[in-house]
């Protein structure tokens, strides 16, 4: 599969546009409406969703247009404005975002003890909540709940290392293993152990 920072910087435009909306909203999977310029469907807006649709567009931006990049950087000092006027609500829905995925990540690394083979099928999709709990825990700092969860999740991946195979960058597509260096990102270089 092959990357296009273009259609990153349209779902980060239209994540940003909605921003606000979604801050007044009481979900924290919001569902955007319309559909992309390139036809696509939008994803819905979360606070790790948009922090990760942000690092792409950022890291990619070479391959984006001059026209594109000075979209890049407004639509970045937008984000800036809208954090900065409802920090409360912005981080409320980080913590509550932030749970939901540890959530879903120790469900998926407790069934994955159990059954590694049926994990490893499932791995390139389910790995998705790891690679979000490291946006929103570096975006939420060092507060009490959030080094709690931080603590949380540091024992999750220590049950997970324990069926984890080393290998090389599995993640889908793969031009995105030059932002997702080893180390800290180790979860994205192999897979569960599926031939016990």
Same mark, same amino acid.
């Given at each position: 599969m092959s990357y296009n920072p273009e259609k990153d910087l349209q779902i980060y435009a239209a994540m940003v546009d909605h921003f606000e909306d979604f801050l007044h909203s009481d979900t924290? @999977? @919001?569902q955007?409406? =319309?559909?992309? &310029?390139?036809g696509f469907t939008f994803p819905k807006l979360t606070i790790a969703g948009l922090l990760f649709a942000k690092a792409k567009c950022e890291f990619f931006k070479d391959q984006l247009s001059a026209g594109q990049r000075s979209e890049l950087e407004s639509y970045t000092a937008k984000l800036d404005r809208i954090r900065n006027e409802w %920090? $409360? *609500? %912005?981080e409320n829905k980080a913590l509550k975002e932030t749970k &939901?995925?540890?959530?879903? /990540?120790? /469900?998926?690394?407790d069934e994955s003890v159990y059954d590694p083979k049926k *994990?490893?099928?499932? @791995?390139?999709?389910? $790995?998705?909540a790891? $690679?979000?709990?490291?946006?929103?825990?570096g975006m939420l =700092?060092?507060?009490?709940?959030?080094?709690?969860m931080a603590r949380q999740l540091k024992l999750t991946d220590d049950a997970f290392r324990a069926i984890f195979?080393?290998?090389?960058?599995? /993640?889908?597509? &793969?031009?995105?293993e030059p932002m997702y260096p080893k180390n800290p990102h180790w979860y994205l270089y192999g897979r569960p152990i599926s031939n016990y």
């Open positions: 924290v @999977y @919001y955007m409406n =319309g559909l992309g &310029a390139m %920090t $409360v *609500a %912005t &939901a995925r540890l959530r879903s /990540w120790k /469900w998926y690394v *994990a490893d099928r499932h @791995y390139t999709t389910e $790995v998705n790891r $690679v979000y709990l490291h946006y929103l825990l =700092g060092d507060s009490n709940e959030a080094l709690d195979k080393p290998d090389t960058f599995t /993640w889908s597509p &793969a031009a995105l």
